[in-house]
């Protein structure tokens, strides 16, 4: 037996919430890295720099975190370049069967992730700096402090 059909409305403000849940359990998790991190509710507008679902971090990351599970990486990594204009793009894929979001799939550009470590790029784009690189979020965040761009963690961070 079969359950009652949810409506598209009730479908889509399920995502939403999954959405708005994940932004906030990846806020939550990097602060030992950025203190100041918190879900963005203001993506951009006259008066502020569009930092994407994430603020408070460095300030040249663009933040793209998806709770789907779907593999549509290269579409969302599309869209966040579009997006992040002159930031970092950096697409944070909830792992599935994974509740701990510094598990997550963090995915960059291999010539972005020169510049967030290095900060010069590791090829150029006519290379192989636009193939994608995918870590683990907890990776990408110590990759960031030992740049000096984020809070070195705690030792004892899970």
């Excluded at 990846?26 to 006259?46: C, H, L, M, Q, Y």
């Excluded at 909830?94 to 510094?102: F, H, I, S, T």
């Excluded at 010069?120 to 761009?149: I, K, N, Q, S, Y």
């Amino acid at each position: 037996m079969t359950g009652p059909t949810r409506t598209r409305a009730q479908i889509g403000k399920s995502s939403r919430r999954k959405g708005a849940d994940f932004e906030r359990a990846v806020a939550n998790a990097i602060r030992p890295w950025f203190p100041e991190a918190k879900r963005s509710r203001d993506n951009g507008s006259t008066t502020t720099t569009d930092t994407g679902d994430i603020a408070g971090t460095w300030t040249g990351l663009w933040w793209s975190l998806k709770d789907d599970k779907s593999g549509a990486v290269d579409r969302w990594f599309d869209e966040a370049i579009l997006k992040a204009r002159n930031l970092v793009p950096l697409v944070v894929q909830k792992r599935a069967g994974c509740a701990n979001p510094l598990r997550a799939w963090a995915w960059v550009r291999l010539s972005d992730l020169g510049w967030m470590v290095q900060k010069v790029p590791f090829a150029g784009p006519e290379l192989l700096g636009w193939r994608l690189v995918r870590l683990e979020l907890r990776t990408v965040l110590d990759l960031l402090a030992d740049a000096g761009h984020a809070r070195v963690p705690l030792e004892d961070i899970a």
